[in-house]
């Protein structure tokens, strides 16, 4: 089956590949491979005694056409994604593949109406500003990828961009109950606005839209309205934003009512031998393990970046676990430096700190009379060792503390948490050629 899934695919590449793209408008081909090795004894989740380190290899796989004419752009990309061994078809002789693992990663079609108004359907990327709340999220090998209708509108100093989608479990002739983690609505309007050739300011609205449970139909609304500031004069780039929370939030069954903010900060000086970067992120939280009168001010990130901001050993991907709803408060500071042409080496330091203490990490043995919960280091190297082909490397290692230990349920002293990787990127496009 995966034999003929990606002979298919081949094909399919030939075939496109030899069109007569006069005729028919521009095609190109994309491809790309990134296979990344991995020793985690410590990734996502404190080392404990009695357990082991791994080495893992995963990989991505991407195989995309583009077209594009002066009234029509499409795109179809399909990706395989897996970890080194994970056949499920095997034998004594060798692996024989997996039941189709080969998954849709884009597939949309956009017609601009005017030069300035365009409209968008498919499944498609969906990255605003900072990626707070909508992203990409490429570090994962899957990325994220949205089913939606989108607009778009663009002139000289402003661009609008709005959106909608609505989601459904299957195709059935009335309405049935959907996944209560999956996000079933989504709808948002996007405004930038070129103030200068120094500033730029950006505004948003966001609604999405949850299920309380997988039997119940009724879809509760959460709404996210932000503003985004850039300030851009060489050598400085300062950059921040702020985005309040209300509406009806679900959790496991539970709806309260929303009202929770994120701040961020950022401020960067890139000279011609080095970058500093230093900035803070505020996450509010609850301060009590159950929120007073029905409301929560945990502030949810949505579909928003993880990775590229709190911290690259992924402790913080899910706020709820990681925090225990108490939010976060992220402090780092990061510093780059050139070595030979193409190749950089990073540095970067967080001080991770509770929101709100919640009341049952107040009152737990040793406390530290602190919000303080961790500190975590990253270093990494990036490298563009040939046209088309990308190096990344680096290791990360984290210094819990009190409040860290009782939320990962550790106890005394744990063996010392760090994680080092290797990924290398190979892309192509038929243009390039």
Not at 69 to 88: C, F, H, M
Request: aromatic share 14%; glycine share 8%; hydrophobic share 35%.
């Amino acid at each position: 089956m995966k034999n003929q899934n990606y002979s298919c695919l081949f094909l399919l590449a030939m075939i496109i590949g030899f069109l007569p793209t006069e005729s028919y408008g521009q095609f190109n081909i994309e491809a790309s491979i990134r296979p990344r090795v991995e020793y985690r004894y410590g990734y996502k989740e404190l080392a404990k005694n009695g357990t082991d380190p791994v080495l893992t290899t995963s990989q991505r796989t991407r195989l995309g056409a583009t077209y594009q004419s002066e009234k029509l752009k499409a795109k179809i990309s399909l990706q395989d994604v897996r970890v080194w061994g994970d056949e499920t078809q095997f034998s004594s002789t060798g692996v024989h593949g997996d039941v189709a693992s080969i998954d849709l990663a884009e597939a949309w079609l956009s017609f601009n109406i005017t030069e300035s108004f365009a409209l968008t359907a498919g499944r498609q990327v969906l990255s605003f500003d900072d990626e707070r709340l909508l992203a990409k999220r490429d570090w994962n090998q899957n990325a994220l990828f949205y089913d939606a209708v989108t607009m778009s509108f663009q002139s000289d100093k402003t661009n609008v961009r709005a959106g909608i989608s609505y989601n459904n479990q299957a195709d059935k002739g009335f309405m049935e109950p959907y996944d209560p983690v999956k996000m079933k609505s989504l709808g948002f309007l996007h405004l930038s606005q070129k103030i200068n050739s120094k500033i730029n300011a950006t505004v948003i609205t966001m609604f999405s839209g949850f299920t309380r449970s997988d039997t119940t139909l009724e879809v509760y609304l959460k709404g996210t309205s932000g503003i985004n500031l850039n300030f851009n004069s060489d050598p400085w780039k300062v950059f921040s934003s702020f985005y309040y929370q209300y509406g009806k939030d679900v959790n496991q069954g539970l709806v309260k009512t929303s009202s929770a903010y994120n701040f961020n900060l950022q401020a960067e000086f890139k000279a011609t031998y080095f970058m500093l970067q230093g900035g803070c992120s505020l996450l509010s939280g609850d301060k009590q393990s159950e929120a007073v009168n029905g409301t929560t001010h945990l502030f949810d990130v949505l579909y928003g970046a993880r990775h590229k901001y709190y911290g690259y050993l992924d402790y913080f991907n899910n706020l709820r676990k990681s925090t225990r709803n108490g939010g976060l408060n992220d402090f780092y500071a990061t510093i780059g430096v050139p070595i030979v042409p193409k190749v950089d080496v990073f540095g970067s330091c967080h001080a991770f700190y509770l929101n709100q203490v919640p009341s049952y990490l107040d009152n737990s043995s040793n406390a530290s009379g602190t919000s303080y919960l961790a500190s975590e280091f990253d270093f990494w190297l990036k490298a563009d060792v040939w046209k088309g082909i990308n190096i990344l490397t680096g290791y990360s290692f984290m210094l819990p503390g009190h409040h860290m230990k009782v939320i990962q349920n550790v106890s005394g002293d744990n063996p010392f948490s760090s994680w080092a990787w290797v990924m290398v990127t190979f892309s192509v496009k038929s243009k390039d050629l």
